[in-house]
């Protein structure tokens, strides 16, 4: 049976999270990807708490940008996400890519939070 490219990420990304797992030491830096925005979340799994995010939905992240899904746009919610992420205290993370492919936008925002600080 065919799956629509919905589902099969779905699944992909279930796969993946069965062995990822966030600690306070090093939490999970989950990305989530729609047609009109980008989003990144630091998350601690023990708590169920989310210790940092970033999004193009943020007024102050937002102004500038032309397009809140291109190439610009992800690296600097990836930076805002790697300041943020330190001014809480984070240095390593989990990378967790939602089981997209680590290519364009999800590539740019992981290389911005490397340049920004974050380890992993």
Not at 49 to 77: C, M, P, Q, V, Y
Request: aromatic letters at 4%.
């Amino acid at each position: 049976m065919i799956r629509s490219k919905t589902e099969q990420r779905t699944k992909r990304h279930a796969r993946v999270r069965r062995k990822l797992v966030g600690t306070a030491e090093r939490p999970w830096l989950q990305i989530h990807r729609t047609l009109h925005h980008l989003y990144a979340f630091v998350v601690d799994d023990a708590k169920g708490h989310t210790l940092a995010s970033a999004s193009t939905r943020d007024k102050a992240l937002a102004e500038g940008l032309g397009s809140h899904t291109n190439l610009d746009a992800a690296k600097k919610i990836g930076t805002a996400i790697g300041e943020r992420a330190k001014a809480a205290g984070i240095e390593a993370v989990v990378f967790d890519r939602s089981g997209l492919q680590y290519h364009g936008r999800v590539k740019a925002l992981a290389d911005a939070a490397r340049e920004a600080g974050l380890q992993f």
